[in-house]
């Protein structure tokens, strides 16, 4: 009994509060929110965003799940979002043109008509309209190892630091995903 009169008096208190503690249960990036837990109680749909999905455009901090996170009252209210973060698994940024923006089935942001800069543990992606840097700099390597250039005596062979392209275009997969 004494327990679950901690219990109420706290939610009673944080009722009130301002901000309070909590730890990242699972993450909802299509609709930029996340539930989280404190003492016990599951919090759904806390707006890691402005507003729950509306046009996906901006910055948005995406929680690693297990994370400790400071959860804040928008006005007192009952809607909650995440004001802070222990721990970051994804940074998005889109800069929207006045097309909309989608997050696809397995979570990426899908970019028409706007520029977006996706940040993730495995690296960081930069498009405008479909077109991907990464893939840019790929295909701009793949032409280099196989130039050749028309001599006096007829073509040239291909490039004979051709190695060092291929190598270049496998260093791109340490720092950059699409």
Do not use: W
């Not at 707006?47 to 400790?68: D, H, N, R």
């Not at 696809?104 to 498009?127: N, R």
């Amino acid at each position: 009994m004494d327990e679950l009169r901690r219990i109420i008096e706290r939610r009673l208190n944080e009722a009130g509060a301002v901000s309070f503690y909590a730890v990242v249960e699972s993450v909802d990036e299509q609709h930029r929110t996340c539930s989280v837990s404190s003492e016990g109680v599951t919090y759904e749909q806390v707006l890691l965003y402005a507003v729950e999905k509306a046009a996906l455009k901006g910055f948005c901090l995406i929680p690693t799940v297990k994370s400790t996170v400071v959860v804040a009252r928008v006005a007192g209210g009952s809607h909650l979002y995440v004001e802070l973060f222990s721990e970051v698994s994804k940074v998005l940024l889109t800069v929207a043109d006045k097309v909309a923006a989608s997050v696809d089935e397995k979570g990426c942001l899908a970019t028409v008509g706007k520029s977006t800069l996706k940040m993730t543990e495995q690296g960081f992606t930069l498009s405008r309209d479909g077109a991907g840097l990464k893939k840019t700099l790929e295909a701009l390597l793949e032409a280099l190892t196989k130039l050749t250039v028309t001599t006096g005596v007829g073509p040239s062979g291909v490039p004979i630091n051709a190695a060092d392209f291929v190598k270049i275009k496998q260093e791109l997969t340490k720092y950059m995903e699409g």
